[in-house]
């Protein structure tokens, strides 16, 4: 389906799959898909996703304000075994461009604090995510 390493516009993955084009969840109604995108620019949303002893990719849930909780692509996340959805992620390389990361599959999930977009301090969820072999 994905190559990993190669280079997607990710403006033809939703015109193909469908999903949120805005955001790091998108979860493409008509396929058994979601998609994850990670991105340094999530920082200034208090996001900060990275591999922990290259085994496990601690990737920041949604919500930019407020205490994060299990809804809409956090929901889609956990369950996504249970719902029967593969989690492929992909990383922002450039502008409108997405370097394919690999296929993931829910581990587990740890809360943080950390600032929200206005800076106000509330429960993140950091989901662990294990890469598929």
């Known amino acids: 389906m994905f190559?990993?390493?190669e280079v997607y516009r990710r403006r033809e993955l939703h015109e193909k799959y469908g999903g949120q084009q805005q955001g790091g969840i998108s979860t493409p109604s008509e396929h058994n898909l979601i998609f994850l995108f990670t991105s340094e620019r999530g920082e200034e949303h208090g996001y900060s996703d990275g591999w922990k002893d290259n085994k496990i990719f601690l990737y920041t849930g949604e919500?930019?304000?407020?205490?994060?909780?299990?809804?809409?692509?956090n929901k889609a996340i956990r369950d996504h075994l249970e719902d029967g959805k593969d989690i492929h992620m992909f990383r922002q390389t450039r502008k409108g461009y997405v370097e394919y990361v690999g296929q993931m599959i829910y581990s587990g999930?740890?809360?943080?604090?950390?600032?929200?977009?206005?800076?106000?301090?509330?429960?993140m969820i950091v989901f662990e995510l294990a890469p598929v072999e």
Do not use: S
């Not at 919500?63 to 692509?73: E, I, L, N, S, V």
């Not at 999930?109 to 429960?123: A, E, F, L, Q, S």
């Open 3 to 5: 190559t990993q390493g």
């Open 63 to 73: 919500g930019q304000r407020g205490d994060m909780t299990f809804t809409r692509g």
């Open 109 to 123: 999930y740890h809360h943080k604090d950390g600032p929200d977009t206005d800076g106000i301090v509330r429960k």
